[in-house]
């Protein structure tokens, strides 16, 4: 498929490119999508969650009471789960949430969530491009003029440039990160993805990894 390559400023160039079939134009498999991102998600859970057991509470190891003849059950620990104040049954601990899933997996759910993207047109080439320095202006300028302003975009660079990065990471609703890295959950979540020209050769690097 062949898409036209835009300047910053929304003008349309004399420059086509064609989309590599093998990353935009494959059989989309939403399970491989629901498994990558399930992954991601759970990568992003810190699991420092921690609860208190009876033998980590604080409190006095003394015996509340005597054993018989005060017609309640018995107690024999302020630390107790019964008693409140005392320790958490079965409570959560530190864990890690990630899991392993393979690397064609994982592969497949990207170029899925690529083709996706292109089926709904949701995909926008322009010219490699820089900031003399960091500029939201000059940003949002550039959203404004490709129509994408007010929309949720994800910009895939060839390498990372800091003014680029930097004149954007203010904005909501945009997203900035070097093409190589482009994840499932990302590309997924931005309505559009501007990409720029260099980029499609960097995400042909996935096809070989």
């Known amino acids: 498929m062949e898409l036209t390559v835009y300047k910053i400023d929304g003008s349309a160039t004399a420059k086509t490119v064609t989309l590599n079939d093998k990353i935009f134009n494959v059989e989309p498999n939403d399970h491989a999508i629901w498994l990558d991102v399930k ?117 895939l660079l060839p390498e990372n440039d800091r003014n680029v990065f930097l004149s954007g990471r203010n904005l909501q609703r945009t997203n900035i990160m070097r093409a190589i890295e482009a994840n499932t959950y990302h590309v997924l979540n931005a309505n559009n993805l501007i990409i720029c020209e260099s980029s499609l050769k960097e995400l042909e690097k996935m096809l070989g990894e």
């Open 39 to 155: 992954q991601y998600l759970a990568n992003q859970r810190q699991g420092t969650h921690n609860t208190l057991e009876r033998s980590t509470v604080s409190g006095s190891t003394r015996k509340l009471k005597r054993q018989k003849g005060t017609g309640g059950a018995r107690a024999g620990s302020i630390k107790s789960p019964t008693i409140r104040g005392g320790a958490t049954v079965f409570g959560p601990h530190p864990r890690d949430y990630g899991f392993k899933l393979n690397k064609k997996v994982k592969r497949l759910a990207r170029f899925s969530a690529f083709t996706y993207k292109q089926q709904e047109g949701c995909i926008t080439i322009v010219e490699d491009f820089t900031f003399n320095e960091p500029k939201t202006k000059e940003y949002k300028a550039m959203l404004k003029g490709l129509n994408l302003e007010g929309k949720k975009t994800l910009l």
